[in-house]
């Protein structure tokens, strides 16, 4: 079956950085674009980016151009984000989804906590 | 950017209810490029319906999607209480690939 696999919690500085990793795994990985998606605290959903697995091309959101950058192993199925920079207002749930005609899996989502 | 807005903010209904939840695009959508999760507080959201009408592999048959253009409607045909979830639509039309405000479903 399809699995995401995202990287433990996060506790970060404001000005830090911090790489959130998504293991893959039950199916072929290049295949499918991996988008990044992540949700504040009460907060809606907000996308980020996209990474096609297979070529390496992305596309982020403006709101975090210059800021994020999306890559991916196709030897070890994974992809990541990087985001720098860091605020207060980065505190969030990050998730990695597979995109199959919409974000049709999900890991299970990443905490991190930017905090003085 | 597309700007979607969804509507209403909450619904509350009795189990068995018919619930329908709108999103209005900004912009026309082109190929009906719409998609609705339900998310389960403290879970990773769920795909529910893609291309506005067809629904993912394994959803329930109460779940159905419909709308064109700028106006989308999910509507769930009878309420069960494992529906309590905030229901987003997203558009993946153009870059950035928003999503809407949510809306959230509870029981009466």
């Known amino acids: 079956q399809v699995q995401l696999v995202q990287s433990g919690a996060e506790v970060k500085k404001p000005g830090a950085s911090v790489k959130v990793s998504c293991k893959t795994s039950?199916?072929?990985?290049?295949?499918?674009?991996i988008h990044w998606v992540r949700q504040a605290p009460g907060q809606r959903l907000e996308w980020m980016g996209w990474?096609?697995?297979?070529?390496?091309?992305?596309k982020y959101s403006q709101k975090f151009q210059g800021r994020v950058t999306i890559t991916r192993d196709t030897s070890a199925s994974t992809a990541y984000m990087d985001l720098s920079s860091l605020s207060l207002e980065d505190t969030a749930v990050y998730y990695c989804?597979?995109?199959?005609?919409?974000?049709?899996?999900w890991g299970q989502g990443t905490l991190v906590t930017v905090s003085p | 950017e597309i700007v979607l807005t969804q509507s209403p903010g909450t619904l509350s209904l009795s189990p068995g209810e018919r619930a329908t939840l709108s999103c209005r695009a900004s912009?026309?959508?082109?190929?009906?490029?719409l998609v609705w999760y339900q998310q389960i507080p403290g879970q990773a959201p769920r795909l529910l319906i893609y291309?506005?009408?067809s629904r993912a592999p394994g959803i329930p048959d109460r779940f159905s999607g419909s709308g064109s253009g700028t106006d989308f409607t999910l509507t769930i045909s009878r309420l069960e209480p494992e529906d309590i979830a905030v229901y987003y639509c997203?558009?993946?039309?153009?870059?950035?690939?928003?999503f809407g405000g949510g809306t959230t479903v509870e029981i009466k």
């Open positions: 989804a597979r995109w199959n005609s919409g974000c049709d899996s």
């Open positions: 039950g199916y072929i990985f290049t295949t499918y674009p």
């Open positions: 990474i096609n697995a297979g070529s390496g091309n992305t």
């Open positions: 912009q026309t959508l082109s190929r009906n490029s």
């Open positions: 291309g506005a009408s």
């Open positions: 997203q558009q993946y039309a153009n870059s950035p690939l928003n």
